[in-house]
C-alpha cells in the first residue's frame, strides 16, 4: 500500500494562533459552537459547530474568507484571530517557520505602520550611511539614515495603503451600502 500523501503544509504557527484565538474570543464572548456557527451562517459563511470545533482542535484549516467573517461574527479585528492578546514587548511572536519578532513590533506591522522584512537594499544603504567617512558629523549621518528610513517607510505605506477604485479587485462595489442589513 502507497504512503498517504499530505496535502499541503501542516498548521503553522498563525493557524495554532487563530484557532487559539477563535475559541478565546468566541468563549469571552459568551457563544457557544452552535451560536458561532449561527453568526456565520447569518454572515453568509455557513460552518459547522463540528467544523468549529475541529479548528479548535487543530484539525481543519481556517482559509482567508472563513477568518474575515469569524472576525465579523466576533466584533473584532482580524489581527485579533492573527496574532497573540499580546502587546509585551519582550514576548517573541513565530509568524512563520523563521520569522519570530518581538510582539510590539508584529502589531505594528500588523497595523500596517512598519514591515517585517529583507529587504537587503534597504539595509546594504543603511549600514553605508552608518559607515561614512569617519570625519563626518554624526548629525549628516543620522540625517542620512533619517531620510533613508522615511523613503522606505514611504515605499511601505504605499504597499499597504488602499488602492485606486480603478485596482480596487474583484470584491469592491460602487454600492456603498451593500448587502448588510
Known amino acids: 500500500m502507497a504512503p498517504e500523501r499530505q496535502r499541503g503544509n501542516e498548521i503553522g504557527p498563525t493557524g495554532l494562533t487563530v484557532a487559539f484565538n477563535l475559541r478565546r474570543l468566541r468563549t469571552s464572548a459568551g457563544l457557544d459552537l452552535r451560536l458561532m456557527s449561527k453568526r456565520l451562517s447569518d454572515l453568509g459563511r455557513p460552518i459547522s459547530p463540528a467544523a468549529l470545533s475541529r479548528i479548535e482542535n487543530l484539525e481543519r484549516r481556517v482559509d482567508s474568507d472563513d477568518l474575515v467573517v469569524m472576525a465579523l461574527a466576533l466584533e473584532v479585528n482580524p489581527n485579533a484571530l492573527l496574532l497573540p492578546p499580546t502587546g509585551h514587548p519582550a514576548k517573541v511572536i513565530e509568524l512563520g517557520p523563521t520569522v519570530r519578532v518581538n510582539a510590539d513590533e508584529a502589531w505594528r506591522w500588523a497595523r500596517g505602520e512598519h514591515t517585517i522584512g529583507t529587504d537587503a537594499a534597504g539595509r546594504t544603504a543603511m549600514e553605508e550611511a552608518l559607515e561614512v567617512a569617519p570625519g563626518t558629523p554624526a548629525a549628516e549621518r543620522w540625517a542620512i539614515i533619517r531620510e ?5 517607510h514611504m515605499k511601505f505605506r504605499a504597499r499597504v495603503t488602499p488602492g485606486t477604485p480603478s ?10 451600502g451593500g448587502d448588510r442589513g
Open 148 to 152: 533613508l528610513l522615511e523613503a522606505e
Open 167 to 176: 485596482d480596487a479587485g474583484p470584491s469592491v462595489s460602487d454600492d456603498p
